[in-house]
């Protein structure tokens, strides 16, 4: 009677173990398939971030060299960046076979980025240029640093971090300098963590 009872007890273990693995494998799993996901829609955090850059560096220009207008560059540059956005989210809907935990997470969180940088922009009215750049500096490195952690990817968490320190720096600087800050907040935390993150991936494809 006691062998036996030993025996289950040693049973249920191994069967507790074996779930735990293969719990970890699911998770594991799930982690490299929304890695992967995110290499593919690099593109955009590829694209969005040289789309700003280029919008605030034009504007930058203008300014210096007393150009009327520049400010138009934002008006046409991210109506446009949302259009092709639009396009390029609804062919990668289409292709989309598998739905994971934690690609539903970072939809999530670059749903709600979305949303604060549009209301943020909304009351720039209100709240001025300087506050408006600081916030969305300060958004840039929030999503980041999240999307960074969860696929534990330390150049997304390391740019956030520079997003944050920019985000401080602008503090310090006048409206039109504000404009250079923010094409380096995003050169640190959308266009260099991002080549990197499809780089790796697309290597690991050929492996």
Request: glycine letters at 10%.
């Amino acid at each position: 009677m006691y062998h036996k009872t030993k025996q289950n007890k040693t049973n249920k273990m191994e069967n507790t173990n074996l779930e735990a693995t293969e719990s970890m494998d699911i998770i594991n799993k799930m982690i490299t398939n929304a890695k992967s996901k995110l290499a593919d829609d690099g593109f955009l955090l590829i694209f969005w971030g040289w789309v700003v850059i280029a919008a605030a560096l034009i504007h930058y220009s203008t300014l210096k060299l007393n150009i009327q207008h520049g400010e138009y560059a934002w008006a046409i540059l991210m109506p446009l960046g949302g259009i092709i956005s639009a396009v390029y989210g609804y062919k990668q809907g289409k292709k989309k076979k598998v739905k994971t935990y934690v690609g539903t997470y970072l939809g999530y969180l670059w749903g709600a980025f979305g949303i604060g940088m549009v209301l943020t922009l909304v009351c720039m009215p209100q709240y001025g240029i300087k506050v408006t750049y600081f916030m969305l500096m300060i958004l840039y490195g929030v999503a980041t640093f999240v999307c960074g952690g969860i696929l534990n990817f330390k150049p997304l968490i390391i740019g956030s971090l520079l997003s944050f320190a920019c985000a401080i720096l602008s503090n310090f600087c006048g409206e039109v300098d504000q404009l250079l800050i923010i094409s380096i907040a995003l050169l640190c935390s959308y266009v260099i963590p991002g080549h990197l993150l499809r780089a790796k991936f697309k290597s690991q494809q050929h492996v």
